[in-house]
């Protein structure tokens, strides 16, 4: 293979991804002609209505996907955090580069941390997650849908429709706006997306001479912590319509990874933690951490949610 078509949705942090992943192509394999495949899909296009009314995050990958099918692109580019549990069938994740910082950020022109805003400040997040969060830190705060890319929600911010927001740290460092960032929100006290700061690189199922070429970009470390947050939000069939949150990190014995479910109406949160031992415990630490957050009422949260 000396040609390698890369499809990515045409906004600044996806291209910037897509040119990260060819420029590190380029630099394990110096004889592979890399061209990147830009378009548009339909979670990009409905930007009037959250992204679980209308589909949820698997609507960033659909034309990706069919780009493959149709064997116009190679391979997709993604932020691992929107790619659903379970991909559509023919495809699968070949690599996963390492994570960049996994935190959310907290951004405002008037204050510096959370606890700073006043009583019933704007705080724009279209994210049931990070929405839970708020409300059990700040049950005060007026809690506002907020979508579109990075550059429009700053904007948004800047127009003065909202008193602060919330977006990942990793998203604003790659386009090289780390000066907006005026606190970042953390792990433990507070948890990020499952695979939030991972890229991952989808390709069709079985393509070997794919599978060689970006092989060299897979990440050990970074595939078993998101494999193991990624087994928990399978097990508790996670998506956009669920406030789920999850972080593991390795540790000198094996993982621990940090679970949690939340009620984005009441704030109510449902927290685990466990670590596990050994070198395979990716999934099993996954599913047990699951069924903890079950077994402690998560049940009810995620059954009331599905009901709506």
């Keep these: 293979m000396k040609h390698l078509r890369i499809a990515t949705r045409k906004s600044a942090l996806a291209l910037w991804q897509a040119e990260h992943v060819a420029t590190r192509l380029r630099a394990a394999h110096p004889d592979l002609e890399i061209e990147l495949v830009p378009m548009t899909t339909r979670g990009d296009q409905v930007l009037d209505r959250p992204l679980s009314e209308i589909g949820g995050k698997g609507l960033f990958l659909k034309e990706l996907e069919i ?3 149709e064997e116009r692109a190679d391979i997709a580019v993604h932020s691992l955090k929107d790619v659903p549990m379970e991909l559509e069938p ?9 994570r960049a910082d996994a935190a959310d950020a907290f951004i405002s022109n008037s204050v510096t941390r959370l606890d700073q805003l006043p009583n019933a400040a704007r705080v724009g997040t279209s994210s049931l997650r990070r929405q839970a969060q708020l409300r059990s830190l700040r049950p005060d705060l007026q809690l506002l849908d907020l979508r579109g890319n990075v550059n429009t929600r700053l904007a948004r911010l800047d127009e003065g429709h909202y008193d602060a927001i919330i977006l990942a740290c990793a998203g604003l460092e790659r386009l090289g706006l780390s000066e907006r960032i005026r606190s970042r929100l953390v792990a433990p006290d507070w948890l990020p997306a499952v695979a939030q700061g991972a890229i ?3 390709q069709r199922l079985g393509d070997e001479r794919v599978a060689e070429r ?3 970009l897979d990440d050990a470390s970074t595939r078993r912590c ?3 947050e990624r087994a928990m939000n399978r097990r508790l069939h996670g998506s956009c319509n669920v406030p789920i949150a999850g972080y593991c990190v390795e540790t000198e014995a094996g993982l ?3 679970g949690l479910v939340g009620d984005a109406g009441t704030g109510r949160l449902i927290r685990v933690e466990v670590e596990g031992s050994g070198l395979d415990i990716g999934e099993s630490l996954g599913n047990q951490v699951a069924e903890l957050l079950l077994e402690r009422g998560a049940d009810q949260i995620l059954g009331a949610l599905r009901k709506v």
């Design 256 to 258: 621990a990874l940090y």
């Design 214 to 216: 970006i092989r060299a």
């Design 226 to 228: 998101v494999e193991c």
């Design 200 to 202: 991952a690189i989808e």
């Design 67 to 69: 780009a493959m099918l």
């Design 90 to 98: 023919g495809f699968s994740i070949g690599a996963v580069l390492e």
